[in-house]
């Protein structure tokens, strides 16, 4: 879905620091997309399910439940095994990142990333569907 | 007598009442200014986000305790953050001159003082503030040399590089620390580390060694595998190592000798790195290590021919010949499926 269609589409991000959470919610409400925000695993697996939003940026280190789980849960989801899932993680060792696809996320950013950056994985994420 | 106790007595039980009082102001105190900084960071979140963003912040309008928590929050941010915004962080430092306040801070008398400003200074992001932190890895606390180091790593010093491993080297540093800002500067670290790869000080080879394998490329075997014929023991088993890391295939033939070196742990090394870049034509000798040689050295070669051929490792226990060794990998290999 695009910006272009008219309807805004819906960006889930979950991270459980508050500073970080909030400019890459800023960055992407500014780059035309409509954000839903959670503070940890159980809270954005809540709102996925809720809202079946157009994509989810998750980091991995959330409380409750890790991002690891959170894409797992999404994946194995009927209705939401569609979403595509980012991760954010400051682990960045390989069998790190394995980890993350072999639970099902499209992409992956490490910390400390760019907020540029992260917006043109989004869109081009999104762009793609 | 009596009444000198009564008069202790409620001496003591004044003294525990004041004491008491005094500790729910303090508590009370710090409650409050816990909410005050919160409701603070809740307005200034946005003007945070500013200065990353790049849009005009005019700060001279923000009180004295204002500036100190948007300062706190930028320092937290540029953490988890880089290019761009990282710049407009330290360009926003810099303006507002706390890049020279901590800068000259380095030089209070208070060691604790130091040790902040070093470590704020990281945070910052500026490279203004690289040449006193280089300085400051001289300093008398260790508290400071080692905020210093971490700040360098986080400014991605390159320069940085050479005196971080002699602070080591002179125990001025923890490895540990070292290591982490050595690792956090990352490949801008490599020309500096290949130059200290032929230090005169064999602990700064090594070190030096160890980085390159966690940090370079196929590029860096050649240089590494000189290593492998160091004089010092700990310079070669580190460089056996970092040629496991960085899987040089075309070190096979080095690392087979390296087996037969007089040093247990060089040997240890040797065959993990056999193990590591895959190389079957050493399975023979690393099976008759792990039937002759010393503890770890035998135990590393059997894990690792069992890495490269399972079947010679299952075939050379039969019958329970092999040694324990062997049989611990093959034991391995069958728990894992």
Redesign the interface.
Known sequence: MSIESGKRPVVLVAED????L??VA??LE?AGYEVIQATDGEEALRLVTERQPDLAVLDVMMPKVTGYDVTRQIRENQATTQIPVILLTARVQEADVARGFEAGADDYIK???????LRSRVQAILGRR | MIALLLWCSLALAAAGGLGVCVLAARRTVVAWKGRRRLDAEGRLGMTAIAVVEGDAVDNACLSEADSRVLASQLRRLSGSLRGTSTERIARFFESSGLVEREIRALKSLRAWRRAKAAFALGDMGSPDAVPELLEALRDPDSAVRGAAARSLGRLRAANAVAPIVFALTERQLPVSVAGQALLTIGPDALPGLRELETAGDAEARAFAVELVGLLGEASDVGRVLERLRDSSAEVRAKAARALGRLGAEGAAEELRIALQDRIPFVRVQAAHALGAVGDRDAVEDLLEAACSDTFESARAAAHAAARLDPEAVRSATRGGNGGVHLREAVDLLEASG
């Open positions: 620091d508050p500073d970080i909030q400019l800023f960055r500014r910390k400390p990333f760019s907020p540029q950056e």
